[in-house]
């Protein structure tokens, strides 16, 4: 079992940028393929971002390409979202998740096994 532990969420403005954190414990993080989803209030959570156990291969919603990217560093146990020019519509509670069977990109989130407690990122326009 992992654990999985968000940070880097808060308040910014409309154009502005954050960098969410996925800090992991408990097993080898290189076997897990990572990901992100958000939700919204009253919305399903949906994917934002996927990312191989290699850090090799990486997926994108449409709605953030171009504006996030997913990384992460095996070494120190921790993935990236990096969120440049913010929308409001990008206001959610955001988590990362681990996929435990799959080495290459997971898109959906019936997928993962294993999901952290949740950072806000409020963008005000």
């Known amino acids: 079992q992992v654990q999985l532990v968000e940070s880097g969420g808060g308040l910014v403005q409309a154009g502005g940028s954050l960098r969410l954190s996925c800090a992991a414990s408990?097993?080898?993080?290189?076997?897990?393929?990572m990901g992100w989803f958000r939700q919204a209030p009253g919305k399903e959570r949906e994917f934002v971002a996927a990312i191989s156990r290699s850090g090799g291969n990486t997926g994108y919603a449409d709605s953030v390409k171009g504006r996030f990217t997913i990384s992460r560093d095996n070494a120190k146990n921790t993935v990236y979202l990096q969120m440049n020019s913010l929308k409001f519509e990008d206001t959610a509670v955001y988590y990362c998740?681990?996929?435990?069977?799959?080495?290459?990109?997971?898109?959906?989130?019936?997928?993962?096994?294993?999901w952290g407690q949740g950072t806000q990122v409020t963008v005000s326009s």
């Open positions: 998740a681990a996929d435990r069977r799959t080495s290459t990109v997971v898109l959906s989130k019936e997928n993962y096994d294993y």
């Open positions: 408990g097993r080898t993080f290189s076997n897990y393929a």
